[in-house]
């Protein structure tokens, strides 16, 4: 369930004309992942005051994680996925 509400919300966001959506990120930790939105460069000098702002990073479980990548896989949706070790 949570993983088709996650699938139609990257659909959208990839289908906006205002934003370019390039791929998805997923890091992965030992109890969650995060997922991020990547987007082209697209900072063009303007008014910081009226800088546009991203969608934020989602969290979520393993299981979530493994359906999504199946759903992303058959969409044709670019990601990475990283596994940082941080001390």
Do not use: C, W
């Amino acid at each position: 369930m949570k993983d088709r509400r996650i699938l139609e919300a990257v659909l959208l966001e990839r289908g906006r004309q205002d934003r370019n959506m390039v791929m998805l990120e997923f890091n992965i930790h030992p109890d969650m992942v995060v997922m991020s939105y990547i987007y082209d460069d697209h900072d063009d000098g303007s008014d910081v005051h009226k800088r546009r702002h991203d969608r934020d990073p989602e969290i979520i479980d393993r299981n979530t994680f493994e359906a999504v990548k199946a759903k992303f896989n058959e969409h044709g949706i670019p990601y990475r996925e990283r596994r940082d070790a941080f001390i």
